[in-house]
Nanobody
Framework: QVQLVESGGGLVQAGASLSVSCAASGLSFNRYNLGWFRQAPGKEREFVAGISWTGTVTAYADFVKGRFTISRDNAKNTAYLKMNSLNAEDTAVYYC???????????????????WGRGTQVTVSS
């Protein structure tokens, strides 16, 4: 079964750090560009960070630059999002998504992604 499964979400205090993971199965993980998106209640889903299948290209939304770091381990079929200096505005469901484009790119729009996980909730208390 082809799927992405996010994990690692939780409740943290403002200023804390948290890492979320995205485990892939049923697909050639090392051929997919990956993205993290988030959606807060009443808001549209937005791009957070992405990494190419090569791991050499990364992209971040302005609101997380310097605080979040995306990485991947193709041997483990897993991608990670390390989040530092969390604030209440980071509260959202975080989704992992995979893009099958052969070029090592990082699409920033949700419609460019072919496969999505179900998300993991991150809640930051102020």
């Amino acid at each position: 079964q082809v799927q992405l499964v996010e994990s690692g979400g939780g409740l943290v205090q403002a200023g804390a750090s948290l890492s979320v993971s995205c485990a892939a199965s049923g697909l050639s993980f090392n051929r997919y560009n990956l993205g993290w998106f988030r959606q807060a209640p009443g808001k549209e889903r937005e791009f957070v960070a992405g990494i190419s299948w090569t791991g050499t290209v990364t992209a971040y939304a302005d609101f997380v630059k310097g605080r979040f770091t995306i990485s991947r381990d193709n041997a483990k079929n897993t991608a990670y999002l390390k989040m530092n200096s969390l604030n209440a505005e980071d509260t959202a469901v975080y989704y992992c998504a995979a893009n099958a484009r052969p070029a090592p790119v990082v699409p920033t729009t949700a419609t460019n992604y072919d496969l999505w996980g179900r998300g993991t909730q991150v809640t930051v208390s102020s």
